[in-house]
Antibody
């Protein structure tokens, strides 16, 4: 069974750094892209970017380029989303998802989400 | 900035049929935008229903179907069930980038 299990909820202060994780299992991690999606409270879904774990190639939405960093560790089949300096506006639910882009079916299996709260 | 627009809300009776649409600010939506459709219920992660315009996943109920309609991507729910009450999002491909639609809240009443 394909599973993506995300790290737990985080409460941080503005200016702090954060790295959240997305641990995968049940398929070949290096075969498919992994995508990240933001959902601010009461709002819609926003595509943030992708990573291809085999070569760590990344693709970012222009809205998120330079604001976050997506990475992956093949040895533990885990993808990451990180911030160097959080802002209150980063408060949101973040989802990772498997993305078989070549098969034209992005975001086919989703993680459960990680809630990030940034507040002073 | 590209905007993908959906109806904010739609109401349908149990057993009825409803069609949701997905329009692009860049012009007509074609198969080359590889439309995807997702369902999200309150407090849950999204779940994918339709990919590449009209293809269903193994878990997609038969009452859901995807198509292109009048220059937009469309998701039709036929024989609506109470459990279909949810938010629905489309996703379009723009040459390496993806944009989610604004979402449609479907109420079954």
């Amino acid at each position: 069974e394909v599973q993506l299990v995300q790290s737990g909820a985080e409460v941080k202060k503005p200016g702090e750094s954060l790295k959240i994780s997305c641990q995968t299992s049940g398929y070949s991690f290096t075969t498919y892209w992994i995508g990240w999606v933001r959902q601010m409270p009461g709002k819609g879904l926003e595509w943030m970017g992708f990573i291809y774990p085999d070569d760590s190639g990344t693709r970012y939405s222009p809205s998120f380029e330079g604001q976050v960093t997506i990475s992956a560790d093949k040895s533990i089949t885990t993808a990451y989303l990180q911030w160097s300096s959080l802002k209150a506006s980063d408060t949101a639910m973040y989802y990772c998802a498997r993305c078989p882009l070549r098969e034209k079916r992005p975001f086919d299996i989703w993680g459960q989400g990680t809630m990030v709260t940034v507040s002073s | 900035q590209t905007v993908v627009t959906q109806e904010p809300s739609l109401t349908v009776s149990p057993g009825g049929t409803v069609t949701l649409t997905c329009a692009s600010s860049t012009g007509a939506v074609t198969s080359g935008y590889y439309p995807n459709w997702f369902q999200q219920k309150p407090g849950q992660a999204p779940r994918t229903l339709i990919y590449d315009t009209s293809n269903k996943h193994s878990w997609t109920p038969a009452r859901f179907s995807g198509s292109l309609l009048g220059g937009k991507a469309a998701l039709t729910l036929s024989g609506v069930q109470p459990e279909d009450e949810a938010e629905y999002y489309c996703l379009l491909y723009y040459g390496g980038a993806y944009v989610f639609g604004t979402g449609t809240k479907v109420t079954v009443l």
